[in-house]
């Protein structure tokens, strides 16, 4: 599960108000695009790349499934960003760890936004785990962009959500913002349980890399 870090296209947009890196093997999911409105030009240019795809699905009832799974896709999303997500990546790595050697892994990563009430930033980033039900593993880190925790829980989907009852692996980075009106919610998540260890330590990394302020501003300052 070793790679490369990939910067993300926020970086040239002043108006993001996160910036932050993902090791390679991220691909991002444009949320913007996939719930367009029906009427918008980014819907019309949806359509017209997904046409293709559609169309080269020689069975009716494999392309109906295709659809379906597209629609169930969008549902999804639009319950992240009703949560306050502004981004979402998905994972694809290979395992490079023990017996499991050679095996494709699957991650989903998020980062939101979580209104908080006003406090020392070192205070929130503490509360959030401690209030959190079940968090396992917590850890305070002190990070570039300022004081943060970490945490982590292993939920199965219930039968009525209509999921897999997979055991889901869920790790949290917090790091509030400077105006401590707000915190950054990084959530990694992924049905390989036993690769912990090696998830944690991507979510580290990310949230290492993580910053409220442009590195272009950062580094126009110096």
């Not at 009832?61 to 999804?76: D, E, I, K, P």
């Not at 009703?82 to 760890?97: A, F, N, P, Y």
């Not at 980033?125 to 401690?130: C, I, N």
Request: a negative charge; proline letters at 8%; hydrophobic letters at 40%.
């Amino acid at each position: 599960m070793t790679s490369s870090v990939v910067i993300d296209d926020s970086v040239n947009d002043p108006s993001t108000g996160i910036w932050f890196a993902v090791p390679g093997g991220f691909t991002e999911i444009p949320i913007d695009v996939l719930l367009a409105p029906p009427a918008s030009t980014e819907a019309d240019r949806l359509r017209e790349s997904l046409a293709p795809l559609a169309q080269a699905i020689p069975d009716g009832v494999t392309r109906q499934q295709f659809v379906a799974q597209l629609a169930s896709g969008r549902q999804l999303l639009g319950a992240l960003r009703e949560v306050g997500t502004v981004h979402c990546s998905l994972g694809v790595h290979q395992d490079d760890v023990g017996e499991g050697s050679g095996r494709t892994l699957h991650s989903l990563f998020t980062v939101s936004w979580r209104g908080i009430a006003w406090s020392p930033r070192s205070v929130s980033a503490a509360r959030a785990v401690a209030t959190a039900e079940q968090h396992a593993h917590v850890e305070y880190l002190e990070l570039p962009s300022g004081p943060a925790s970490m945490g982590e829980t292993v939920r199965t989907p219930s039968p009525e959500s209509g999921l897999p009852s997979t055991p889901l692996l869920q790790i949290y980075a917090y790091l509030p913002h400077p105006d401590c009106k707000r915190m950054a919610v990084l959530m990694l998540t992924t049905s390989v349980v036993e690769r912990r260890t090696q998830y944690r330590a991507i979510l580290r990394q990310i949230a290492q890399l993580t910053s409220f302020e442009s590195p272009l501003v950062a580094m126009q300052k110096n």
